[in-house]
């Protein structure tokens, strides 16, 4: 097997060292800035192949066609551009896709269900390409110096006819929508905010701050945002710098999503729940309150029972 992370400006997307773990160790970097990405991998990886060229499903076909490894089952991190291309790549190859992967071996693929409540297990016969979740495999490092190797991948004189999808432009991320799993900064809501409401209010502050906004399993459960907004084992594992919780208890579903953050404030009634302990900034307070007054001070002016 082998992995594709997609690469830009030297940086590898979360998730792209369990994919070589789950590959073992055999990876090809392809987009701008592929030897950099190189050293942030090579703890794990045994094998690199490097292509400095776009990430596209033509460019990647010709590459693994070149090294000699069109038999390898392909696996790419469910990150925004893993997940962008890898059914591309699939189309491209005439191959099964199994998105949203657990699990990944050449003889089986175990794919995560309804929300997480469910696996399928699959026993694919020919060469696939799958999508293996962010923050669920780990990933175990060894200390030799992976074999590096530069390929050579002419670009293309036209469109393949494989795909009729093209880059028209990329562009700048937008805290307020980005994908979670990719923000620095997150603003998290739970069972403490008081209404629906509350989350266009929450909304407006992570904006404020820069930030995105993430909520827990019951908020998303009784339908006050939508699942893409969900951290947790069953919703999107995250890594963010700074990560702020409003009424957030803690529970273990939720916190084993939280990675490693470099800083955690929460705020809650209750000064001895699971996300208040693990705090480094803990304010012991109504969390609808705190956002009232911290919506007031950074101008996000959507109140409590605004339309």
Request: with cysteine.
């Amino acid at each position: 097997m082998l992995a594709v992370i997609p690469v830009r400006h030297g940086v590898a997307p979360v998730g792209s060292d369990e994919t070589v773990c789950e590959s073992l160790g055999n990876v090809l970097l392809v987009g701008t800035g592929t030897a950099t990405a190189a050293t942030s991998l090579a703890h794990v990886a045994t094998h690199i192949w490097l292509v400095e060229s776009p990430p596209t499903a033509q460019v990647i076909a010709t590459a693994i066609a070149q090294v000699g490894l069109t038999a390898d089952s392909l696996i790419l991190p469910a990150s925004p551009d893993g997940r962008d291309l890898a059914p591309q790549l699939a189309h491209h190859l005439q191959r099964t896709l199994f998105a949203g992967s657990i699990a990944v071996t050449k003889d089986k693929v175990s794919v995560a269900r309804q929300g997480g409540l469910a696996i399928a297990d699959f026993t694919p016969t020919t060469p696939f390409v799958a999508t293996l979740q962010i923050g669920i495999r780990g990933i175990e490092t060894h200390g030799d110096e992976p074999v590096i190797t530069v390929v050579e991948v002419p670009s293309p004189s036209a469109p393949s006819r494989a795909s009729s999808v093209s880059t028209v432009a990329v562009l700048p991320p937008d805290a307020s929508t980005m994908d979670l799993s990719e923000a620095p900064r997150i603003v998290s809501g739970g069972a403490g905010l008081d209404s629906d409401q509350r989350f266009r209010q929450l909304q407006s502050v992570s904006t404020a701050l820069d930030a995105s906004m993430g909520v827990t399993r019951v908020i998303t459960d009784r339908g006050w945002a939508e699942h893409e907004r969900q951290i947790g084992t069953t919703g999107v594992i995250v890594q963010p710098d700074l990560y702020i919780s409003f009424g957030v208890s803690g529970a273990v579903q939720h916190t084993s999503g939280l990675g490693q953050p470099e800083h955690i404030i929460s705020v809650n009634t209750d000064a001895h729940c699971p996300m208040m302990q693990m705090s480094d900034l803990a304010i012991v307070a109504d969390a609808n309150a705190v956002l009232d007054e911290l919506a007031q001070l950074l101008g996000a002016n959507v109140k409590e029972g605004a339309s």
